[in-house]
């Protein structure tokens, strides 16, 4: 076994990475770059190596400083962990010729799968089913146009040597392609360094069904079941569970054994995935193969109670898988929620910022159990733009799956972050949705269930004036030397009538008036618009809350969680959360027309393109422009109608959030 290897990574997965080796007794190296050098993966290993700046392509994807920090720390084996290196061939070979081992499979075989439509020949000639379509070399748009017309429209354009849903674009009509394949082939350009692409019918209410593998060095294959990964958006996970719900016996076996097929044709090697799309009456089609560990592998690890990254770290070391295929069995059900840093209600735009509050529920770390949490980051810690915005993976292990939902649901609501945006609330309703309440799964569930994702009602006002309101309210007398003395008692009290207290704080963009009368040492009536509560607080434990609400004959008694960063207030309830702004009323301005007519850049990052010129005539809605930012391209779109009057920006500048890039006058 290794006495010491280096993780070429960052965040979550190196510090997953470490915690496995820590605990087989091998001591690790960190690499980082200036934007990670107080990385919580820093402190998870025994050394650490600076490779470069905050640029992934000035440093964890520069091969060679990393394979000099290798060498320099004595390093006897270089774990790639997901992206990055992970699944770069000449990277393999790279530390194959330095004498390093390399802790995934042969440089042969991320070569024959790295390319999709290789790949796609290759199970083709497996006789591995296929989705009809063009796997070729021939990158004329005019001629995919003409193939796409052949296999029939919608068709799916992706990136050959990608994944993670970059490169990648949904084309509804014809007269779409041609831009749609324009910004594949640059965002594939940028994230895996070629351009190429291939075209697929886009098969309608499919499932992304994927099998896990393992291969070692003595010729053993086996796999360890299938993870159901078909919720998503913008074609990148969002939830991944196993076993597939509906799954039988001989489904999974057939799914099973086409997958080693798939593995054993070209000789592979340590942990892979077998990714396949399919139809809802079960028929499946190979999709691609993920050369690397996944990040929703610990849900592989919740049902099998196995640590997959123990079983790479002994595979590459040359030992024999450590049990047989009739030695696997499933045990539970387990779910992993991804949570990202990002604004559903925006499109899924990633969000960049200070974790102000991260509180978790009680869970383990890079563990199996029935919470588990696995992050690279903690509170106080920033989300950049430089990388991916994934703060922390939550999955949860039941002995059904009902028993499963019941814990994530309770996890997602005792799951706290402020300071940017995150999809907590939105997983928490995605799981509560009949659709995948009732495991009626295909990867369009996100969309047909956009009502009850992004129109359901929120925490009720009555909840959230009264929650903030207690956190901002005194509710304990103050004690004094003389309790007969009322001048020295802080407590509002007057002589005419009882305290009365007056607070503007800002609600779903509006402000609302609030007026509270205290009644007693931790009660108050509250007044605002129509609406009248009395508040009364039962208990307070750090930033919960025990508090009352009563309107009339009805009274609801329910524990809050609130925390305010200056004059920011969020509070957490069981119903969801809602975020709050205390409002000083001589500081209000109009924001009804802030940005019209302006397009801004939605967050940091590159113009790649500029799809309009100065006095061209623009429709409300019409794509302007297109920035990069954390590894994805987003398109920004027309505020108004109206004629450009002024481009203030050039393709290739880095621009920071808010930074004016277009003018359009009426």
């Not at 992706?158 to 509804?172: D, I, L, Y």
């Not at 649901?409 to 907590?424: C, E, F, K, P, S």
């Not at 009352?548 to 509070?571: C, E, F, M, N």
Request: aromatic letters at 6%; glycine letters at 8%.
């Amino acid at each position: 076994m290794f006495q010491k290897i280096l993780i070429a990574n960052r965040g979550e997965i190196a510090c997953r990475v470490a915690a496995t080796a820590r605990r087989m007794g091998i001591r690790t190296v960190a690499v980082y770059s200036d934007a990670d050098a107080h990385a919580l993966h820093v402190q998870a290993c025994d050394e650490a190596v600076h490779i470069g700046p905050a640029s992934p392509r000035e440093s964890y994807l520069r091969a060679d400083r990393i394979l000099e920090a290798a060498k320099a720390t004595g390093a006897q084996a270089v774990h790639p962990g997901y992206g990055f290196l992970s699944e770069n061939e000449d990277f393999a070979q790279a530390c194959e010729a330095a004498g390093i081992a390399f802790i995934g499979p042969p440089a042969s075989a991320i070569a024959a799968m790295g390319s999709k439509s290789a790949a796609k020949a290759l199970m083709e000639k497996a006789g591995v089913p296929l989705v009809p379509g063009y796997h070729g070399d021939q990158q004329d748009p005019a001629f995919l146009k003409e193939q796409a017309g052949i296999m029939g429209y919608p068709v799916l354009i992706k990136a050959s040597a990608g994944g993670g849903g970059k490169g990648m674009r949904a084309v509804q009509q014809a007269a779409d392609l041609e831009a749609a394949l324009a910004s594949c082939q640059r965002e594939a350009q940028a994230s895996f360094g070629s351009a190429h692409v291939l075209v697929e019918r886009y098969v309608q209410q499919p499932r992304h069904i994927e099998i896990q593998v393992f291969g070692d060095t003595h010729g053993h294959y086996v796999h360890l079941f299938e993870r159901d990964c078909s919720v998503q958006r913008r074609h990148q996970k969002v939830l991944e569970e196993a076993p597939a719900p509906g799954m039988t016996p001989e489904r999974r076996r057939q799914m099973g054994e086409a997958a080693i097929a798939a593995a054993r044709s070209v000789g592979y090697v340590g942990a892979g995935t077998v990714e396949f799309i399919c139809e809802q009456d079960g028929r499946f089609y190979f999709m691609e193969m993920n050369t690397r560990l996944q990040v929703e592998h610990p849900v592989t690890e919740a049902i099998t109670g196995l640590d997959l990254v123990e079983w790479q770290l002994r595979v590459a070391a040359g030992e024999p898988l450590p049990l047989q295929q009739d030695q696997l069995q499933i045990k539970g059900h387990a779910i992993e929620a991804r949570i990202c840093a990002e604004n559903p209600a925006q499109q899924f735009l990633p969000a960049t910022g200070a974790l102000q509050v991260m509180r978790t529920p009680p869970a383990s770390s890079f563990e199996v159990s029935p919470v588990r949490i696995d992050s690279g980051v903690r509170e106080g810690d920033v989300i950049s733009p430089y990388y991916d915005s994934m703060i922390a993976k939550l999955i949860v292990w039941g002995e059904d799956r009902t028993a499963a939902l019941s814990r994530l649901d309770a996890a997602l609501r005792d799951l706290h972050i402020t300071g940017l945006h995150t999809n907590v609330g939105f997983v928490r309703r995605v799981i509560h949705t009949p659709s995948f309440s009732q495991a009626k799964l295909d990867t369009a569930l996100i969309e047909r269930e956009h009502a009850a994702l992004f129109q359901a009602p929120g925490v009720g006002t009555d909840v959230a004036i009264g929650a903030a309101m207690a956190s901002l309210l005194p509710t304990e007398p103050a004690h004094t030397a003389s309790p007969r003395d009322p001048w020295s008692t802080p407590d509002g009290w007057r002589l005419h009538g009882a305290p009365r207290h007056r607070e503007v704080l800002l609600h779903e963009g509006q402000p609302v008036t609030v007026t509270s009368t205290r009644l007693g040492p931790t009660q108050y009536q509250l007044e605002f618009g129509e609406h009248s509560v009395m508040l009364t607080l039962h208990g307070a434990h750090a930033d919960t809350l025990d508090i009352s609400l009563a309107t009339g004959a009805h009274t609801q008694r329910l524990r809050v969680s609130v925390y305010r960063h200056g004059d920011d207030i969020h509070v957490f309830t069981p119903q969801g959360a809602v975020h709050l702004q205390d409002v000083n009323p001589l500081t209000q301005v109009d924001q009804g027309h802030h940005g019209t007519g302006r397009l801004t850049a939605l967050m940091p990052g590159k113009v790649v393109a500029l799809l309009v010129k100065e006095g061209q005539v623009v429709k409300q809605g019409e794509p302007l422009a297109v920035t990069e930012a954390m590894k994805m391209e987003h398109t920004l779109t027309a505020p108004q109608a109206g004629t450009v009057s002024a481009i203030l920006c050039a393709v290739g500048d880095q621009v920071a959030e808010g930074v004016e890039l277009l003018r359009i006058e009426d």
